[in-house]
């Protein structure tokens, strides 16, 4: 009987290892499932060193988690799967949206609702803009007061 705990808590710590390679749960999932199985059946039959047996199996898990954990971006052929390169805003060319800050000041007309986004007309380009808060209607006359990144704030420009 000792070879079938063994060999279940061996095959469950393999499973558990394997999940570092293929994700998805599954694998750890039974991987867990095999290593408390083990551990059931080695209490039930050697009762008299079930707390020991219970704690170096629970210390062999934790061994295999945090060595998968560590060992993984060591791996030469696995380093493939650990993103290792970080993308910094602008030094890599890699910019989410460029701000338009030639729209700051200009005056449009609303092409459609502002509700509160819509489009607006400014200098014959269709521009995505948003109201500063109210709702304005087509036709009125606006007047770009913020740009971030895409987001163009106007606001109603009073014709006294």
């Given at each position: 009987?000792?070879?079938?705990?063994l060999i279940?808590?061996?095959l469950?710590l393999?499973?558990?290892?394997?999940?570092?390679?293929?994700?998805g749960g599954v694998?750890?999932v039974?991987?867990?499932?095999?290593?408390?199985g083990?551990?059931?059946?080695?209490?039930?039959?050697?009762?008299?060193y079930?707390?020991?047996?219970?704690?170096?199996?629970l210390?062999?898990?934790?061994?295999v988690i945090?060595?998968?954990?560590l060992?993984?971006?060591?791996?030469?052929?696995?380093?493939?799967?650990?993103?290792?390169?970080d993308?910094?805003?602008?030094?890599?060319?890699?910019?989410?949206?460029?701000s338009?800050?030639?729209?700051?000041?200009?005056?449009?007309?609303?092409?459609t609702?502002?509700?509160?986004?819509?489009?607006?007309?400014?200098?014959?380009?269709?521009?995505?803009a948003?109201?500063?808060g109210?709702?304005?209607?087509?036709?009125?006359?606006?007047?770009?007061i913020?740009?971030?990144g895409?987001?163009?704030?106007?606001?109603?420009?009073?014709?006294?």
């Amino acid at each position: 009987m000792i070879w079938w705990i063994l060999i279940l808590y061996f095959l469950g710590l393999a499973l558990v290892m394997a999940e570092f390679f293929v994700p998805g749960g599954v694998l750890g999932v039974i991987g867990g499932v095999l290593m408390v199985g083990s551990a059931v059946l080695g209490a039930y039959h050697f009762p008299e060193y079930a707390f020991p047996l219970i704690m170096a199996k629970l210390f062999g898990a934790i061994v295999v988690i945090v060595g998968g954990i560590l060992m993984l971006p060591r791996i030469p052929t696995l380093q493939r799967m650990v993103l290792t390169d970080d993308l910094t805003h602008g030094e890599q060319g890699w910019v989410s949206d460029k701000s338009d800050y030639s729209l700051m000041e200009q005056e449009g007309e609303v092409h459609t609702m502002l509700r509160p986004a819509g489009i607006v007309m400014i200098d014959g380009q269709r521009v995505n803009a948003i109201s500063s808060g109210a709702f304005i209607e087509p036709g009125a006359k606006v007047k770009v007061i913020e740009v971030h990144g895409n987001r163009v704030v106007v606001e109603r420009v009073d014709n006294a």
